[in-house]
């Protein structure tokens, strides 16, 4: 690495013009590939209306993409000389204000501008997170700095603003992008990753710190545009010999090691690797097993080996079938005897099998149930289902060998699943319910009814199970009932809250209302509106009627009042006004000293009425006003395009009760992955969550709409409530871990891995 200041410099600008050259040459590669997901989610089945809205935003894209890569390279380019891309608001959206010039909220657009901006550049560091840090501590370095600047063309949350901004200029809206979100944040988490890996690379070279290890994960086949940016710019660079393009791992040949980000990715790599070392060992003793997983159509299993599984499946069913009417009791049929059964099964049916490959799928079969039924965590009364299902199992693992090579096989998924809802009971000291005992009991006698149906039959029962485990908690738990009762209650209310407060602000954006009154209206009668009508029957009660003219009388009182009429009006008006803001902030849980302080700023806002510094409301625009607030529910957004996060509701702290536990704060500052994650977490699961002082197992009951809110419940009953974000930051912060650190299936795949490694010959006897 050269040594003089000015040298270095001149290296870190280099860099900086040969990613911005790199991004220029690349952006139009990244616009098709953004087009052409475009076109497949378009292909997929949907509803009527959803279909119409893809194929609608491809025949959109189509005509405004060359205007939105124009942009951004246009955008870009204002980087080449000095390495720096303003980062200032997209677009230099300009802020609302009311015809007084006085300030008012920010609209609903610029919000949610922000947002997605920041949801992009989010997504470029999850992926992109090990890259940047290498090559954020090497710039430093050369420049000899402690950061880089904000505008830097290196930060990822310039390339998200110029991204989003040329987006709008180019015509597309907000809901297109949230359309094509999953695909935007994919393509351009690739195309930064891949940036930053190829800047690393030369200055590797460049001996620019090589004890920062050069991720050797990228793989150079979706864009080239970084490449051929550095190959054509580091010849001349100063005090340095020629260089090719490529690191020390030679990027353009490297095979990628792929690196999801998260838990929950992690886990599917773990699932993976674990699937991947249990085929390496069968491949080493029977290479044509791995042949099987490769064949076009695997062949089905011999007849004589159906007939085998046929008969051991009723066998195994009459000798574990509880008593009539009455729950399998861990007497009834020992955890021994079961094991035993199905070893005697096991060797009949390895008699009848023709070939080398079906024996060993028997074998490593039998060890995977081995492992289930040993499981201490199932309960007793349960494990007869669990041992009832290797038959069905067997018959499907013979035909599909892809059970053993695949993580998302529906029938290591439904496993999966009914052991993550059972598996905590019996450290709870509870038994399962009657009803999710009776539907496992259930689920396996459909499997067991239709033997020739394989890998659909699975996919329809764990269909069904979801979709049962969902009514459970809601309505047939007596643990949970309440609390998801309780839970949807607030979802309703905030849902309701911020659909009154987006369309408030549409309905008074041009209209002078004092700003106290404004603010009122936003910050806490929606909030008493949505919860009258939750209380009292819907939108239509009466009492929810009367809020909503409360609302119309005081943005009426609060217009100048010039006229003696007026004022007196307003004066005889004024008491039964306050008297009903009152009685709605107390409905609504609105303290006491916090209602008084409202009042206060609403007699002050009152006041410039009287003094006519208020502005004069036409009278037609306030019949206009009053109209549409009578009607208000029918301009309403759609509940399914709210969003209940912390932009638009801080403290849900209001709806704490005895039953139910508002998590309001504690955790870290989550990442994408994190937020990913906790979006994935599947009901009925069981998770140690460690808050207000109590370590303790608690069950995922509930998730709302687009699982903004979730409900977790004790063995107790009691429920804790956590907004999506808050519940990203526990995970973060590893306050709330999953009761099982790897599925009932990875588990028993792991033992079957360990029984082998000891005596690989019981694959071939």
Same mark, same amino acid.
């Given at each position: 690495?050269?040594?003089?200041?000015?040298?270095?410099?001149?290296?870190?600008? &280099?860099?900086?013009?040969?990613?911005?050259?790199?991004?220029?040459?690349?952006?139009?590669? $990244?616009?098709?590939?953004?087009?052409?997901?475009?076109?497949?989610?378009?292909?997929?089945?949907?509803?009527?209306?959803?279909?119409?809205?893809?194929?609608?935003?491809?025949?959109?894209?189509?005509?405004?993409?060359?205007?939105?890569?124009?942009?951004?390279?246009?955008?870009?380019?204002?980087?080449?000389?000095?390495?720096?891309?303003?980062?200032?608001?997209?677009?230099?959206?300009?802020?609302?204000?009311?015809?007084?010039?006085?300030?008012?909220?920010?609209?609903?657009?610029?919000?949610?501008?922000?947002?997605?901006?920041?949801?992009?550049?989010?997504?470029?560091?999850?992926?992109?997170?090990?890259?940047?840090?290498?090559?954020?501590?090497?710039?430093?370095?050369?420049?000899?700095? *402690?950061?880089?600047?904000?505008?830097?063309?290196?930060?990822?949350? $310039?390339?998200?603003?110029?991204?989003?901004?040329?987006?709008?200029?180019?015509?597309?809206?907000?809901?297109?992008?949230?359309?094509?979100?999953?695909?935007?944040? *994919?393509?351009?988490?690739?195309?930064?990753?891949?940036?930053?890996?190829?800047?690393?690379?030369?200055?590797?070279? @460049?001996?620019?710190?090589?004890?920062?290890?050069?991720?050797?994960?990228?793989? @150079?086949?979706?864009?080239?545009?970084?490449?051929?940016?550095?190959?054509?710019?580091?010849?001349?660079?100063?005090?340095?010999?020629?260089?090719?393009?490529?690191?020390?791992?030679? $990027?353009?040949?490297?095979?990628?090691?792929?690196?999801?980000?998260?838990?929950?990715?992690?886990?599917?790599?773990?699932?993976?690797?674990?699937?991947?070392?249990?085929?390496?060992?069968?491949?080493?003793?029977?290479?044509?097993? $791995?042949?099987?997983?490769?064949?076009?159509?695997?062949?089905?299993?011999?007849?004589?080996?159906?007939?085998?599984?046929?008969?051991?499946?009723?066998?195994?069913?009459?000798?574990?079938?509880?008593?009539?009417?009455?729950?399998?009791?861990?007497?009834?049929?020992?955890?021994?005897?079961?094991?035993?059964?199905?070893?005697?099964?096991?060797?009949?049916?390895?008699?009848?099998?023709?070939?080398?490959?079906?024996?060993?799928?028997?074998?490593?079969?039998?060890?995977?149930?081995?492992?289930?039924?040993?499981?201490? @965590?199932?309960?007793?009364?349960?494990?007869?289902?669990?041992?009832?299902?290797?038959?069905?199992?067997?018959?499907?693992?013979?035909?599909?060998?892809?059970?053993?090579?695949?993580?998302?096989?529906?029938?290591?998924?439904?496993?999966?699943?009914?052991?993550?809802?059972?598996?905590?009971?019996?450290?709870?000291?509870?038994?399962?319910?009657?009803?999710?005992?009776?539907?496992?009991?259930?689920?396996?006698?459909?499997?067991?009814?239709?033997?020739?149906?394989?890998?659909?039959?699975?996919?329809?029962?764990?269909?069904?199970?979801?979709?049962?485990?969902?009514?459970?908690?809601?309505?047939?738990?007596?643990?949970?009932?309440?609390?998801?009762?309780?839970?949807?209650?607030?979802?309703?209310?905030?849902?309701?809250?911020?659909?009154?407060?987006?369309?408030?602000?549409?309905?008074?954006?041009?209209?002078?209302?004092?700003?106290?009154?404004?603010?009122?209206?936003?910050?806490?009668?929606?909030?008493?509106?949505?919860?009258?009508?939750?209380?009292?029957?819907?939108?239509?009660?009466?009492?929810?009627?009367?809020?909503?003219?409360?609302?119309?009388?005081?943005?009426?009182?609060?217009?100048?009042?010039?006229?003696?009429?007026?004022?007196?009006?307003?004066?005889?008006?004024?008491?039964?006004?306050?008297?009903?803001? @009152?009685?709605?902030?107390?409905?609504?849980?609105?303290?006491?000293?916090?209602?008084?302080?409202?009042?206060?700023?609403?007699?002050?806002?009152?006041?410039?009425?009287?003094?006519?510094?208020?502005?004069?409301?036409?009278?037609?625009?306030?019949?206009?006003?009053?109209?549409?607030?009578?009607?208000?529910?029918?301009?309403?957004?759609?509940?399914?395009?709210?969003?209940?996060?912390?932009?638009?509701?801080?403290?849900?702290?209001?709806?704490?009760?005895? *039953?139910?536990?508002?998590?309001?704060?504690?955790?870290?500052?989550?990442?994408?992955?994190?937020?990913?994650?906790?979006?994935?977490?599947?009901?009925?699961?069981?998770?140690?969550?460690?808050?207000?002082?109590?370590?303790?197992?608690?069950?995922?009951?509930?998730?709302?709409?687009?699982?903004?809110?979730?409900?977790?419940?004790?063995? &107790?009953?009691?429920?804790?409530?956590?907004?999506?974000?808050?519940?990203?930051?526990?995970?973060?912060?590893?306050?709330?871990?999953?009761?099982?650190?790897?599925?009932?299936?990875?588990?028993?795949?792991?033992?079957?891995?360990?029984?082998?490694?000891?005596?690989?010959?019981?694959?071939?006897?």
């Amino acid at each position: 690495m050269a040594t003089s200041p000015s040298t270095q410099s001149a290296l870190a600008q &280099q860099a900086r013009r040969a990613y911005v050259e790199g991004a220029l040459r690349g952006l139009p590669g $990244v616009v098709q590939a953004i087009e052409k997901g475009a076109r497949a989610i378009a292909s997929q089945s949907a509803e009527p209306a959803l279909a119409m809205k893809r194929r609608d935003l491809v025949l959109d894209l189509q005509k405004a993409a060359p205007f939105w890569q124009q942009g951004m390279i246009s955008m870009l380019r204002s980087g080449l000389t000095s390495g720096m891309v303003s980062a200032s608001r997209p677009g230099d959206l300009p802020h609302p204000s009311t015809r007084s010039g006085s300030l008012s909220l920010v609209d609903d657009d610029t919000i949610e501008h922000e947002i997605l901006s920041s949801r992009l550049a989010l997504a470029m560091m999850d992926r992109a997170s090990w890259e940047f840090s290498d090559l954020r501590s090497r710039i430093n370095q050369l420049e000899r700095r *402690e950061e880089l600047d904000p505008n830097d063309a290196f930060r990822p949350h $310039v390339l998200a603003r110029i991204a989003t901004a040329s987006w709008r200029a180019a015509g597309l809206s907000l809901e297109a992008w949230r359309v094509l979100q999953a695909v935007l944040h *994919e393509e351009f988490a690739q195309f930064v990753e891949e940036g930053y890996h190829e800047i690393n690379a030369w200055l590797v070279q @460049r001996r620019v710190m090589p004890e920062v290890d050069l991720r050797p994960y990228i793989k @150079r086949s979706v864009n080239s545009a970084w490449v051929g940016s550095v190959a054509s710019g580091v010849h001349t660079l100063p005090g340095g010999t020629t260089t090719s393009g490529h690191g020390r791992m030679g $990027v353009g040949e490297e095979t990628r090691m792929m690196t999801r980000a998260g838990p929950l990715a992690r886990g599917i790599d773990h699932a993976e690797a674990v699937l991947g070392r249990l085929n390496k060992l069968i491949g080493r003793q029977l290479p044509e097993f $791995v042949a099987t997983q490769q064949a076009a159509a695997p062949a089905p299993a011999s007849p004589a080996l159906r007939a085998a599984i046929s008969d051991a499946q009723q066998g195994i069913a009459r000798r574990l079938a509880p008593a009539s009417g009455a729950r399998t009791e861990v007497g009834a049929v020992s955890t021994p005897a079961m094991l035993e059964e199905l070893h005697q099964r096991k060797q009949a049916l390895k008699q009848a099998a023709a070939t080398p490959v079906e024996r060993a799928t028997i074998e490593i079969v039998a060890l995977l149930f081995q492992s289930i039924l040993t499981e201490e @965590r199932i309960p007793a009364s349960v494990r007869v289902w669990f041992a009832r299902l290797q038959m069905p199992v067997l018959r499907v693992a013979v035909s599909e060998p892809d059970f053993f090579a695949t993580v998302d096989h529906p029938a290591r998924k439904l496993i999966d699943r009914m052991g993550a809802c059972v598996m905590g009971f019996d450290a709870t000291g509870r038994a399962v319910a009657d009803l999710l005992e009776k539907e496992i009991k259930r689920v396996v006698q459909v499997v067991e009814a239709y033997p020739d149906t394989g890998r659909r039959v699975f996919q329809t029962v764990l269909t069904e199970f979801e979709k049962f485990l969902e009514h459970y908690f809601k309505n047939a738990n007596e643990a949970s009932r309440k609390g998801v009762s309780l839970a949807q209650q607030v979802e309703q209310r905030e849902t309701m809250a911020i659909q009154y407060t987006i369309e408030l602000r549409k309905m008074l954006n041009e209209v002078p209302v004092q700003e106290g009154v404004r603010e009122f209206l936003f910050q806490v009668w929606a909030d008493v509106m949505a919860m009258t009508a939750v209380k009292s029957g819907g939108a239509q009660s009466e009492q929810t009627k009367a809020m909503k003219r409360a609302a119309a009388d005081l943005i009426w009182s609060a217009s100048a009042k010039v006229s003696r009429e007026e004022r007196a009006d307003v004066i005889r008006r004024l008491p039964p006004l306050l008297k009903t803001l @009152r009685e709605g902030m107390e409905h609504a849980g609105v303290p006491l000293d916090k209602q008084d302080e409202h009042i206060q700023k609403l007699n002050n806002s009152l006041a410039a009425a009287f003094t006519a510094k208020a502005a004069v409301i036409p009278h037609e625009r306030l019949e206009e006003l009053m109209g549409r607030l009578e009607t208000l529910e029918e301009l309403l957004p759609e509940a399914a395009d709210v969003e209940i996060d912390e932009s638009m509701v801080l403290d849900l702290s209001g709806h704490e009760s005895s *039953e139910l536990e508002v998590v309001g704060e504690g955790g870290s500052m989550p990442t994408p992955a994190m937020v990913a994650w906790a979006r994935e977490l599947q009901v009925g699961s069981w998770y140690m969550l460690d808050y207000r002082g109590r370590n303790e197992q608690v069950q995922l009951a509930w998730q709302g709409l687009r699982k903004q809110l979730t409900l977790f419940v004790s063995p &107790q009953g009691r429920g804790i409530l956590f907004q999506q974000h808050r519940l990203a930051a526990f995970l973060q912060a590893g306050l709330l871990v999953p009761a099982q650190e790897e599925s009932l299936t990875v588990k028993a795949t792991r033992s079957a891995l360990a029984k082998l490694d000891v005596d690989p010959s019981r694959l071939l006897n």
